[in-house]
Each structure stands twice: as structure tokens, then as C-alpha cells.
């Protein structure tokens, strides 16, 4: 009897093995935009390959110094997404990982690496083309953490009509006195000086490429009516040192009657409190490709 038993737990384990979505990693597109091969990871649904179906896709946007592998290695995505799944609290998606360097995500001053113009125009459409995604606003979500955390709300303020989700998590938002402010050490360190250019005459780093980037400032004069075409879902934990402006961003959306969830944890700024985040945002995101 306990060989018996023994054996159906290893049958079940199997099939659950095998029934698990899986990620590739560091598969690469060539950018005419950036001159450059592009590497990217993706997730791919358990049923992917034997489904005629088509599959909302989620972009999920690593931080400051990872790359595509961020999400899959130290955030362990492939485990959480397939766990989130099997419970029933999230949908079947492809969710695609790609490398922005330190791009921010934006397009920089100098017209060097217009890395949103790559991302728009490039990687969605191929995304959209090599995958069986469901290729319209409704079935598309961008989240990030960090850097990443910026970029999904670059994405989601700035390109409303592409989706219908945006998942930041402690994402790297500042109001203009911490830039005006912010030493000129890390001004360069941070690639900032090559993002946003030269300081603006009597505008310490207040240049127009930043004011077209910022975030506030994008959610301040963007129409109300657009920006609620999007979900947002913003967490950020209460140790982190990125706080102070996602609290300063929430205050804006509620002026502004823009709706969004907002979400404070215990945590700080590290893997740790992101792995915890994951679960939330495949609930979240899938509840807006829900019809």
C-alpha cells in the first residue's frame, strides 16, 4: 500500500511538473532603433504549445543594474507566476522580460538610446508578432520594479492607449526639488546627465527631457480622462527609501480622481519585499484582462 501511495505522489508531482509554465531566457531581438541585438527573457504558459488559444501578456521590467534574468533568477517569477496560477488567483499569460540597461526606459536626451521608442514601436509589435498574444490594449500590462517601477509608469502615463494595467512597485519617483537638489556625483552615477542632458540655464537638472519624463509632472497635465483608461496598482514598503514620492504620487492621482490602488507593506527596498509583490500583481493584472 505504501509503494502504491508512494508511486501516485510521484505520478502527481509529474504532472504538475509538467503542467508548470516555463521561461527562457536571454533570447534576443535586433533593434533598427538602437542599432543593437536586444536580449529578453520570457514566460510561456503550461498549455502554450499544445493551445490554439491566444494569451494576455504582462511586461514585467527589471530594476537599476539587472537585466532580463532580474525577474527570473532573483525574483523567482517562473515559481511565483506558475504557483500564483495553480491556486487560481491569476490567468494564463507570456509575460516578457526585456534588457533596458540603465536606459530608464526613456529615450535620452542626445537621441542616443530612445529606448520607449524601442519598446513601443519595436518590442511590443514583436512580442506581438513571434507569440500567440492577444494583441490589443485590453489584454496588455506593464509593472516594475525600481528603474523598472519608473519605466511601467512611463509606459502607462504616456502610452495610456497601449494598456490596460500598470503595476509599479517601489517605483523610482521624485518631484522636482529632490532632482534640483541631488548631488552632482549622483547626477552622473545614475546616468542622469546622459538621460536628461545638460542642466537647464538657472534650473539646476531641471532640463526639458526630465520635465517630459517626470512622472508627476506627467500625471499633473496628462488628461483625467485617459489616464483612467489604465489601472494602476502602486506598492511601495514603508522602509523604503523611494516612500516619500510614491506616498507624494498617490496624493496627486487622488486629486486628480484618478483611480488606483494604492498599497504601503512592511518592507524595504530589496527582493525580498518584491517576490512578496509578485503574487498581488498577477492577481491585479489579470482581473483587468478579465471581461
Not at 65 to 72: F, H, K, L, Q
Not at 78 to 95: F, R
Not at 182 to 207: C, M, R, S, V
Not at 223 to 232: D, G, I, Q, S
Request: neutral net charge; glycine residues 6%.
Amino acid at each position: 500500500m505504501k509503494k502504491l501511495i508512494s508511486f501516485l505522489f510521484f505520478i502527481f508531482i509529474c504532472a504538475f511538473s509538467f503542467s508548470q509554465g516555463k521561461a527562457t531566457e536571454s533570447l534576443v531581438i535586433h533593434s533598427k532603433i538602437l542599432g543593437k541585438d536586444v536580449k529578453y527573457s520570457i514566460y510561456l504558459p503550461a498549455d502554450y504549445e499544445n493551445s490554439q488559444r491566444r494569451y494576455p501578456v504582462l511586461y514585467l521590467l527589471h530594476g537599476y543594474s539587472d537585466d532580463e534574468t532580474g525577474w527570473t533568477q532573483f525574483g523567482e517569477m517562473q515559481k511565483i507566476t506558475n504557483e500564483t496560477i495553480a491556486k487560481g488567483d491569476a490567468t494564463q499569460m507570456i509575460i516578457a522580460m526585456p534588457d533596458a540597461g540603465v536606459s530608464w526606459y526613456i529615450n535620452d536626451a542626445a537621441g542616443k538610446v530612445p529606448f520607449e521608442d524601442f519598446f513601443v514601436k519595436e518590442f511590443i509589435p514583436y512580442i506581438d508578432s513571434v507569440y500567440k498574444t492577444r494583441n490589443k490594449k485590453e489584454f496588455r500590462a506593464v509593472a516594475g520594479l525600481s528603474m523598472g517601477g519608473y519605466g511601467s509608469l512611463i509606459y502607462g502615463t504616456k502610452h495610456p492607449e497601449l494598456f490596460a494595467a500598470c503595476a509599479p512597485l517601489s517605483a523610482a519617483v521624485w518631484n522636482d526639488d529632490h532632482i534640483a537638489e541631488l548631488p552632482q556625483t549622483d547626477w552622473t552615477n545614475y546616468k542622469f546627465n546622459e538621460l536628461f542632458g545638460t542642466n537647464a540655464e538657472g534650473k539646476k537638472h531641471l532640463t526639458d527631457t526630465w520635465y517630459k519624463n517626470s512622472i508627476l509632472k506627467i500625471v499633473a497635465t496628462t488628461p483625467a480622462e485617459k489616464l483612467n483608461t489604465v489601472r494602476f496598482y502602486i506598492d511601495c514598503g514603508d522602509d523604503d527609501f523611494l516612500i516619500k514620492g510614491n506616498m507624494e504620487l498617490h496624493a496627486l492621482l487622488t486629486d486628480r480622481k484618478i483611480k488606483h490602488e494604492f498599497r504601503v507593506r512592511d518592507g524595504a527596498h530589496n527582493w525580498t519585499y518584491w517576490r512578496t509583490a509578485l503574487p498581488e500583481v498577477l492577481k491585479f493584472v489579470s482581473e483587468s484582462f478579465h471581461r
